[in-house]
């Protein structure tokens, strides 16, 4: 029986790459992956950076794609891999798997199934953004990404103040560009204008820390749009 290995790939930086996550990929019969053409551009990228640790892609086959729409049913298709003896590696888009991306399905089923699962750690966003923020990171609240329906979005930021009482804890929150200045104000009408630490292009040459208020904050979006993926960190304002 083969063993699943849940990968952790650079959030912007090759560097940022492990030598056991070069050696699970480089090896693993099958990759699967959210999307098949980021991946490949990654193992090309690693294959001409690390071609002493990376040279084993040689004749495998190209990744298979596993993502939130078709989780259900790749499932059955990795498990017989799997139980044919494959070797088989979970990547993301970037970061570690799992974290607000598809997988834990897939975990779940492994273990219920007596399949090895090993985690190769690495890099992750929520981590990295967590040790930037400057807040207190004794305890912290992530919550992934604000839910889409607005009746169940204002039931969220109530769900947030209501940890805050209970636990004093920093919150850290995912969003995307389109929405960021959505999401501020919604965030400014329940809790007040607190402030809020943006992160985005982590690791990256052009990465970016900014500290202000709600109001500050949407003011500089309203001047400048939003690009990349952002992580949000709160203070508990209690």
Not at 161 to 173: G, H
Not at 181 to 204: H, N, S
Request: hydrophobic content about 40%; charged content about 25%.
């Amino acid at each position: 029986m083969g063993t699943l290995f849940i990968v952790a790939t650079p959030i912007g930086n090759l560097e940022d790459i492990t030598i056991r996550a070069l050696r699970a990929l480089s090896e693993a019969d099958i990759i699967a992956c959210e999307d098949t053409r980021r991946t490949g551009q990654l193992l090309g990228s690693l294959q001409r950076k690390y071609p002493d640790l990376f040279s084993g892609r040689e004749g495998k086959v190209p990744p298979l794609s596993y993502y939130d729409q078709n989780e259900t049913q790749k499932i059955p298709q990795i498990i017989s891999l799997l139980n044919e003896g494959k070797n088989v590696a979970l990547v993301s888009d970037a970061g570690t798997p799992l974290i607000s991306d598809p997988g834990f399905k897939l975990v779940r089923e492994c273990i219920a199934q007596g399949v090895t699962v090993s985690s190769i750690p690495g890099p992750s966003s929520l981590i990295n953004a967590l040790v930037l923020a400057g807040l207190p990171t004794d305890k912290f609240l992530f919550l992934g990404y604000p839910p889409r329906k607005s009746g169940h979005r204002q039931a969220f930021y109530e769900t947030i103040v209501q940890s805050w009482r209970a636990f004093k804890t920093t919150v850290v929150l995912f969003e995307a560009p389109h929405k960021l200045a959505k999401t501020l104000e919604e965030m400014q009408g329940t809790f007040g204008d607190i402030p809020v630490v943006l992160l985005r292009e982590m690791t990256k040459v052009y990465e970016e820390r900014r500290e202000d208020m709600i109001s500050g904050q949407l003011a500089r979006l309203r001047k400048k749009p939003p690009r990349g993926e952002f992580v949000l960190v709160l203070p508990c304002p209690f």
